[in-house]
């Protein structure tokens, strides 16, 4: 059981816009930054969203990403074949005192 | 180019150890908090423990705490974790990865070791 709720899986169309959800609570998304991560078939995670909604260099604006609250969004627009992998929502946990992420959402493109 | 390569995963009976390394280049070292996570064969990923820049601020996973030490040598640019009373449910990939800044998340990561723990 994650600390961080995000849906199992999502799916859409090439050239759809899709978006998934991540849920925490006060103590990680609610008094911290939110980070996302892609992780296609077979390889390390890339980081694809920093600081809830800032795009690491070389990540297309095709990615987006917002907070508010104690839950976050990942928006992905122009859907491509390329952006099937699984998608991870991080933060820092003030009770933990450590990184939680989220069980991860597995995007299929149709 | 920045660069991280971990080494010594491999198959491990339970209660026995490890020593994972992770070598970095292409940037510097000393000036970056970095991490190690893992992730359990077809699981997520779980973020497992952090160490500052100098090696004197440590965060641990509960899963983990009290077994596990990390620690870093900044002259050879090596980060570790020590992996001590080993269970089944340790068995996974370990990545190890560059803190990018507090709240901006991992920007590089290395190509993961495995730790298979089995009798």
Redesign the interface.
Known sequence: QSVLTQPPSASGTPGQRVTMSCSGGSSNIGSNTVNWYQQLPGTAPKLLISNSNQRPSGVPDRFSGSKSGTSASLAISGLQSEDEADYYCAAWDDSLNGVVFGGGTKLTVL | EVQLVESGGGLVQPGGSLRLSCAASGFTFTSYAM?W?RQAPGK????VS?LGPTGGTT????SVKGRFTISRDNSKNTLFLQMNSLRPEDTAVY?C?RN?GY?????Y????TLVSVSS
């Open positions: 991490t996570v997520g990923l779980e973020w952090a965060y641990y996973a509960d990545y990865a990018r709240g901006y998340g991992y920007d990561w290395g190509q993961g």
